[in-house]
Each structure stands twice: as C-alpha cells, then as structure tokens.
C-alpha cells in the first residue's frame, strides 16, 4: 500500500522545443536532396540504382534464404522420414505432416508434406531442426501467385533433385564448421 507520493522533477528534453515546422523542412530537404542526386545520376545514363526487374536480375549472395525445398535422393524419394521436427520448430505453424509407413529401409515417409508460403517467414528452423538435412532453404526467391490456393506447395513441388542442391548444401556444411 502506498504511502506518500514522490513528484519528480525532470530536466526538459532538448527536442521538446524544436519547432514541429522544422522537422517538416528538415524531411522535406533531405527527400528533395535525394531526388536531384539520382536525376543527375538519370541524365548521366548512369543506370547503377535501379534494376529493371524483368530484363535484369539482382544478384544475390551465397547464404540468401529462399523457400524450403525437400531433398529428393537419387532414387527418386524424398529424404524425409516424417518426424514431424520441422513442423514443430516452424514458429508460424505454415507446415502440415502426415507421416506413413512403409516397408523400405526407411520405415516412415511424409504422405502429405505441404508448407503454405504465404505464411512462410523463411527464418531457416526447419532446416536447422531436421536431423536428416531432409528440408533446405534455397535460393528460390520469387514465389508469388495470384491466389491463396497458389501459395500452398503440396510434396510434389517440393522435391528437389540432391544433385541440384549440391553447392548450398556444401556451403552450409563449409559455415558449420568454421
């Protein structure tokens, strides 16, 4: 139960007077200053800040995150033995696993494996969750659709040929062990 009450004294804030019209000049120079700085690059022919998307590519570094994929083995079946991990480390619930048996030597297979893209928020927990390297990040950024059905990647999308994979699986295995 309080007591007494204790009043503070503050000293006042150097921008508590500033002048809200000067903020407004100060953003309004810095973006009128940007602007002439890349018309003059435009009238130059300099073409260096922007890329034109569909006739030109950005380049993106080696450890880019894409979508998950699933690795497919050389036999044609996928890596997978349904564990379920990478469904549980997946922090916004976007894969679904329904796991099957069989009488290979792998005992567990993913029936369904499906992962909804659109709420995929490739942070990598899926890949750094699966104990058989099953599921990896790759570098396939440019996923869009025009639907929400569209967004839904059913295990037949997903697979991927190992041989495909190869570099971005031995670039991940070269950082682990620095």
């Given at each position: 139960?309080?007591?007494?009450?204790?009043?503070?004294?503050?000293?006042?804030?150097?921008?508590?007077?500033?002048?809200?019209?000067?903020?407004?000049?100060?953003?309004?120079?810095?973006?009128?200053?940007?602007?002439?700085?890349?018309?003059?690059?435009?009238?130059?022919?300099?073409?260096?800040?922007?890329?034109?998307?569909?006739?030109?590519?950005?380049?993106?570094?080696?450890?880019?995150?894409?979508?998950?994929?699933?690795?497919?083995?050389?036999?044609?079946?996928?890596?997978?033995?349904?564990?379920?991990?990478?469904?549980?480390?997946?922090?916004?619930?976007?894969?679904?696993?329904?796991p099957?048996?069989?009488?290979?030597?792998?005992?567990?297979?993913?029936?369904?494996?499906?992962?909804?893209?659109?709420?995929c928020?490739?942070?990598?927990?899926?890949?750094?969750?699966?104990?058989?390297?099953?599921?990896?990040?790759?570098?396939?950024?440019?996923?869009?659709?025009?639907?929400?059905?569209?967004?839904?990647?059913?295990?037949?999308?997903?697979?991927?040929?190992?041989?495909?994979?190869?570099?971005?699986?031995?670039?991940?295995?070269?950082?682990?062990?620095?």
């Open positions: 139960m309080a007591v007494s009450v204790v009043k503070v004294r503050r000293p006042v804030q150097p921008w508590s007077n500033v002048r809200p019209w000067w903020a407004l000049v100060v953003g309004l120079w810095v973006s009128t200053r940007h602007f002439f700085v890349n018309l003059g690059r435009f009238v130059r022919g300099s073409q260096d800040f922007t890329v034109y998307f569909p006739e030109q590519r950005f380049v993106h570094p080696p450890a880019i995150r894409g979508m998950p994929v699933l690795v497919q083995m050389e036999n044609g079946k996928e890596r997978c033995v349904a564990c379920g991990l990478c469904e549980w480390a997946c922090p916004t619930t976007c894969i679904t696993i329904f099957a048996e069989t009488n290979d030597e792998v005992e567990r297979y993913p029936e369904i494996f499906d992962i909804d893209m659109s709420r928020m490739f942070c990598g927990y899926c890949e750094e969750a699966c104990p058989e390297e099953a599921i990896v990040m790759s570098r396939q950024v440019e996923i869009s659709s025009y639907s929400r059905k569209g967004s839904l990647w059913h295990k037949q999308d997903l697979l991927v040929p190992v041989n495909t994979l190869k570099t971005r699986i031995d670039y991940l295995r070269n950082s682990y062990d620095r």
